[in-house]
């Protein structure tokens, strides 16, 4: 089955509003990661965890015997694959920590063949580097993601763009790909869209947008000029719902990390959320933009409960909720 490619043999990316078998999460461990706060860090996880067992089934990689580098199993897991018998399968990517930022970790690189061991599902092998959190699909035939990140030399230099989206459509089948400019500040992984837009509907995304004078204000607006004027799969426009920005958050982050003055603006944004069988688990940071960014998704999801997740700690590592999971789609294996 492994033979040919997961388009040709009738695979597709689904949603992550589509029924769940099981979410992947790594608890974070990696005290260079959440530098003076890593137990705060674990405590709110925690809270996340329990709220999000209400839901759906969640698989810890430890508790199965699978170690990590660290915590961000949406870049360097599987990426799950579904057809319309509900066979799912999996892709294994190269994973070179965000453009080479940090150093080797190769036990994060092996978990998509790890979990597929211990799962029994199948799996494609990728010599192409591809995060999880770098793309974003309505299940349908539409992708999202930015060039700022996959046409970025640091990650698959000697592909070109047409190269990049045969990859995407052969490994994901996708038939239409909307490339946004760029991410946030203090987004270490050159701009993953999954702190920017994602797919609430097949026709809806909601992105976030920032006010006059804030630092991310004209990198969001160019990010929404091209939402506003982009089709889907069907040559039709996407409904958009625009997301407030928090406050600019900071953490003085160690000098050894970042070099010296290592003060920097954390990559907080209401858009890393997580979708799991009916609930939307949005990331929150005590500011006033918590309830607004709540509420707006109340509003465009009235069929699903939205739940607020503390993260102020928890996106110190440079991430949130999204980034911290790796949805399993149910099926069978194929």
Same mark, same amino acid.
């Given at each position: 089955m492994n033979t040919g490619t997961a388009r040709t043999q009738g695979f597709r990316m689904p949603a992550e509003?589509?029924?769940?078998?099981?979410?992947?999460?790594v608890r974070p461990h990696n005290p260079e990661t959440w530098p003076l706060c890593l137990e705060l860090a674990q405590d709110e996880w925690d809270i996340w965890r329990s709220e999000l067992a209400k839901v759906v089934t969640v698989r810890e990689?430890?508790?199965?015997?699978?170690?990590?580098?660290?915590?961000?199993?949406?870049?360097?897991?599987?990426?799950?694959?579904? #057809?319309?018998s509900r066979r799912v399968a999996g892709h294994s990517f190269k994973f070179n920590g965000w453009g080479n930022k940090y150093e080797l970790r190769s036990l994060d690189d092996s978990v998509p063949e790890a979990i597929s061991k211990r799962t029994g599902l199948p799996l494609w092998d990728h010599n192409f580097v591809l995060e999880g959190g770098s793309i974003e699909t309505n299940g349908q035939g539409?992708?999202?993601t930015t060039t700022q990140c996959l046409a970025n030399d640091n990650r698959n230099p000697s592909a070109r763009d047409d190269t990049i989206e045969s990859v995407l459509r052969e490994s994901l089948g996708v038939d239409n790909i909307i490339w946004l400019p760029g991410g946030i500040k203090g987004d270490d992984t050159d701009g993953h869209i999954d702190d920017l837009a994602r *797919?609430?509907?097949?026709d809806t995304v909601a992105a976030i947008?920032?006010?006059?004078?804030?630092? #991310?204000?004209?990198v969001l607006e160019n990010n929404w000029l091209v939402l506003a004027s982009a089709l889907d799969q069907d040559g039709l426009p996407l409904q958009l719902v625009?997301?407030?920005? +928090?406050? +600019?958050?900071?953490? #003085? *982050?160690?000098?050894?990390? *970042?070099? +010296?003055? !290592?003060? %920097? %603006?954390? +990559?907080?944004?209401?858009?890393?959320?997580?979708?799991?069988?009916?609930?939307v688990f949005v990331p929150v940071f005590g500011g006033e933009s918590d309830d607004v960014a709540c509420r707006a998704l109340e509003v465009a999801l009235p069929a699903f409960t939205v739940v607020p997740v503390l993260a102020r700690h928890l996106v110190? !590592?440079? !991430?949130?909720?999204h980034c911290l999971s790796c949805q399993q789609p149910s099926g069978s294996e194929a």
């Amino acid at each position: 089955m492994n033979t040919g490619t997961a388009r040709t043999q009738g695979f597709r990316m689904p949603a992550e509003w589509e029924a769940l078998e099981c979410v992947w999460l790594v608890r974070p461990h990696n005290p260079e990661t959440w530098p003076l706060c890593l137990e705060l860090a674990q405590d709110e996880w925690d809270i996340w965890r329990s709220e999000l067992a209400k839901v759906v089934t969640v698989r810890e990689t430890g508790e199965v015997g699978i170690p990590t580098n660290d915590s961000w199993i949406r870049d360097f897991g599987p990426i799950f694959v579904r #057809d319309r018998s509900r066979r799912v399968a999996g892709h294994s990517f190269k994973f070179n920590g965000w453009g080479n930022k940090y150093e080797l970790r190769s036990l994060d690189d092996s978990v998509p063949e790890a979990i597929s061991k211990r799962t029994g599902l199948p799996l494609w092998d990728h010599n192409f580097v591809l995060e999880g959190g770098s793309i974003e699909t309505n299940g349908q035939g539409t992708l999202l993601t930015t060039t700022q990140c996959l046409a970025n030399d640091n990650r698959n230099p000697s592909a070109r763009d047409d190269t990049i989206e045969s990859v995407l459509r052969e490994s994901l089948g996708v038939d239409n790909i909307i490339w946004l400019p760029g991410g946030i500040k203090g987004d270490d992984t050159d701009g993953h869209i999954d702190d920017l837009a994602r *797919f609430i509907a097949a026709d809806t995304v909601a992105a976030i947008r920032a006010p006059l004078g804030h630092p #991310d204000h004209e990198v969001l607006e160019n990010n929404w000029l091209v939402l506003a004027s982009a089709l889907d799969q069907d040559g039709l426009p996407l409904q958009l719902v625009p997301l407030p920005v +928090p406050e +600019p958050i900071y953490w #003085d *982050f160690p000098a050894d990390r *970042f070099g +010296p003055g !290592g003060r %920097m %603006m954390l +990559p907080a944004s209401h858009a890393n959320f997580l979708i799991a069988n009916g609930s939307v688990f949005v990331p929150v940071f005590g500011g006033e933009s918590d309830d607004v960014a709540c509420r707006a998704l109340e509003v465009a999801l009235p069929a699903f409960t939205v739940v607020p997740v503390l993260a102020r700690h928890l996106v110190v !590592g440079l !991430g949130s909720l999204h980034c911290l999971s790796c949805q399993q789609p149910s099926g069978s294996e194929a």
